[in-house]
């Protein structure tokens, strides 16, 4: 959850081999009216798709945000993104749940009763709302962790000693809100968040005789027993899993494999494990948006080589929104955003936040990408080629069908870069005859046979087979400029003071001045993030990792884009200073600054770019 960073070991490392059921079985649609049939539908085998078909899912954290800023969650707020999904749907874009986020709870009422005066009638008249339009809706709940809520009195016999949260195997805890649970599907929830959950709580007197490793068992055995018979009473929910599952999602940089390692197990109760919610990543970009991109694009990559199948994996990779936990971004970059989050294979699509930003054109264009991927992601299948993306390699997803191929190709180098686009089936002829249907604004693609030369930063989509047809295009995202040419230029970086690295360097005769600075920590050289804590108190990032220009004397402007308050750290800064500022052939002293107190490392380079 954003805002709000959990720590905690989870789980045993599990090598296996998954046989898991692909797509290309007959797929029944979730309803809230569920055939006996699907009542006594039990996973063949650990990694089986639980799900029988790809969803839609609208999800209102980051229309409002309690965590990274003030923004509270209201039944107003809640009824207005309703409408907002009617509003879409009209125009043919596809929602299929509605899923209320965080502290929707009275913190006294034990997950039973709703919060007042946000909440003064409860929750009925958005259910009903959802259930007459055909949106089967959802809830949030912070698992067995004490988050904007107090102990009820059939908790308090589980509770840790530091009262934070309570153990599944001990007291009432686990058996009370199994019934919550089952209080709420009674009255109409379908789809559950679980978040924050904490496998290490135990009360006192069990955290003295019991070993950190055998409290972790028990308790994930306890809680995944009690889901299994969850869903066994009712087989048309979705469940789904956050922070606390599995996986190291704070940084690209990380080592891997994960620290806290992904139990594979828990694919025999959860439709998907998310991979960490959008920030940027550790790669520099000039348009902070595409860093972000590449955040969840690494994450999805990670979790796949844990062996999670693409289609469990919900990368959270798309929120729109005016608040902290978003950064503010309401809709920029938000087309590409939107194409990745299907692309990467997801079967939980999940929209976050703020509908109402999105135009009836908008809407129309997002109708017509999930017309594109929907089919692809239950009938075909879709698989990843090229690098890691943290380890700045050319990268992309891969879907195909029997009719064709769409590919996703990003490169996040900062130079110009060519990727091979590879077969992603014995059955798949060549790719060949290929169209680019969507790109970024600048620097165009240039596609060759079966390989596409990208711009420093670009990501473009490529239709093979029926998908090369004009009707698939999906136009220029002209809200990211890539540049058309990129230089490294000649510059030794030295210290010039703590925390601060200095070159100069001859001002080029056309084009702009693209300066990248990296952070790594002084004790080992790993890239190294600074929090600064998020909004409404927390410091811009523009002010902590500063860069600078000067020319004859005068302090020239540089643009970036991270001057953000950034929630989630930072570990590098971009910008760019602009031709007309220059004077072509003179030199021009760089410096960049980081505001850490503690000693660090910075790497330093600079670019001519020209647009």
Known sequence: MRGMRISGAVGKWIISVMLFVSSGCVLAAQTDKVRSDDREYVPPQVGAPIAREPIFVYNNWSAYDELSDNIPLTERLTMKELDEILRLRKLGARFDYYTIDAFWFDPDGGYRTWRKPNWPSGPDAWIRKCRENGILPGLWFSTNT?????????????????????????????????????????????????????FGAATPATAKTMSAEEIHRRNETAFRDALKKFRARNADVVLVAFNGFGGDVEST??????????????????????????????????????????????????????????????????????????????????????????ARGGWVNTVYGSLEFLSDDDARWMAKVQSLYLPLQANGRTKTFGGIPGDVKPYGFGS??????????????????????????????????????????????????????LGPGEMAVIGFGKYADKKYELGVQE?????????????????????????????????????????????????????????????????????????????????????????????????????????????????????????????????????
């Open 479 to 611: 809200d990211v400029r890539i540049p058309r040419s990129i230089a490294l230029l000649p510059a030794k970086f030295s210290e010039s003071g703590k925390n601060a690295i200095r070159a100069e360097v001859i001002a080029p005769a056309a084009g702009d001045l693209r300066i990248v600075m990296q952070q790594r920590s002084a004790k080992d050289g790993s890239i190294m993030r600074s929090w600064k804590e998020g909004p409404p108190n927390g410091t811009n990032m523009g002010k902590v990792f500063v860069l600078t220009a000067v020319q004859g004397g005068k302090t020239l402007p540089v643009e970036i884009n991270y001057d953000k308050v950034i929630w989630s750290g930072l570990s590098w800064a971009v910008g760019e200073v602009r031709h007309g500022e220059l004077k072509p052939g003179v030199p021009v002293e760089i410096e960049c600054r980081s505001g850490e107190e503690a000693g660090v490392n910075l790497d330093g380079r600079i670019f001519a770019v020209e647009y």
């Open 253 to 342: 940089a990380d080592a891997f494999p994960f620290h806290n390692v992904v139990d594979l197990r828990w694919l025999e109760v959860f439709d998907s494990m998310y991979s960490g919610d959008p920030r940027p990543s550790d790669v520099p970009e000039m348009d902070f948006w595409r860093s972000t991109d590449i955040y969840s694009d690494h994450m999805v990559r990670r979790y796949e080589q844990s062996f999670v199948p693409l289609e469990r994996i919900d990368s959270t990779g798309f929120m729109l929104g005016n608040t902290g936990t978003i950064y503010y971004r309401k809709t920029h970059a938000w087309k590409g955003a939107f194409i990745l989050m299907m």
């Open 400 to 453: 195909l069908d029997a009719d064709g191929a769409v590919y996703v190709a990003m490169n996040p180098a900062q130079s110009i870069e060519t990727i091979r686009l590879p077969r992603l089936s014995r059955e798949e002829a060549a790719p060949a005859g290929g169209r680019i249907i969507f790109r970024d604004a600048g620097f165009e693609p240039v596609l060759a046979g079966d390989s596409i030369r």
């Open 146 to 198: 004490l988050v904007k809520i107090n102990a009820a009195p059939e908790w308090r016999d589980s509770l840790t000693e530091n009262k934070g949260a309570m153990s599944f195997f001990e007291g009432g805890f686990l058996s009370n809100f199994m019934e919550t649970l089952q209080y709420w599907y009674d009255r109409g929830i379908r789809i559950y968040k679980f978040d924050f959950v904490d």
